[in-house]
């Protein structure tokens, strides 16, 4: 599956996927965003523990070389300027300076500060997105987008739509966790086989 929704047994069970509305090519994520990695991405952004970005980095770092990847430049999803400002750093940069490709830290620029895009339809976090980011200077061949969490994939499509508008060709997306569809939360057997599927 493009998006690497985990899915055990069910080939293509991702509407978006079926449908080939994703804007982006290929993602992939190191881990599944249980509760234990939500605490540890929650101290990376929030207490300062920039530390973790080592130890999570090279858990990103591990997948990019496992999966088939092919982008050689890394890019990773920008804060809003004054949420950068309030943090001191952006998480998705310190991740994405371990990866040992070369990074652009100002090609893309998050020019909205969005909304939460919890609890929003589909639509609705399309809408809350549109025009939520803006590229400087043309933008070649395969990138890789970088971010810790991948939820619904909007902020992925909507980044992806912007650089293939700059030049880009291919938009592959890299992050540490990933947030499975609810249907596989439910069932715990599932959710561990998944586990092997997206890792
Ligand atoms: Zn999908």
Redesign the pocket.
């Known amino acids: 599956?493009?998006?690497?929704?985990p899915a055990p047994a069910i080939e293509g069970l991702?509407?978006?996927?079926i449908k080939d509305e994703?804007a982006f090519d290929f993602?992939r994520s190191a881990l599944l965003f249980t509760r234990t990695l939500r605490e540890i991405i929650h101290h990376l952004k929030y207490s300062d523990r920039v530390s973790l970005a080592k130890p999570l980095g090279d858990i990103l770092k591990e997948c990019m070389e496992r999966e088939p990847f092919t982008g050689n430049l890394i890019i990773p999803v920008p804060l809003h300027p004054s949420r950068e400002r309030e943090r001191g750093f952006n998480q998705a940069e310190l991740l994405a300076t371990r990866l040992g490709r070369p990074v652009a830290t100002r090609l893309l620029r998050r020019r909205k500060n969005t909304q939460s895009q919890t609890g929003l339809s589909r639509n609705q976090r399309k809408r809350n997105l549109a025009a939520a980011f803006e590229t400087r200077g043309e933008v070649k061949g395969t990138v890789i987008v970088v971010d810790d969490v991948y939820t619904t994939?909007s902020t992925m499509d909507e980044i992806a739509r912007t650089l293939k508008r700059a030049g880009a060709e291919r938009v592959e997306v890299l992050t540490v966790a990933r947030v499975a569809n609810d249907i596989y939360r439910l069932d715990a057997t599932a959710a561990v086989a998944g586990v092997s599927r997206t890792q």
């Open positions: 599956m493009k998006c690497g929704e991702c509407g978006l996927c994703h993602a994939g």
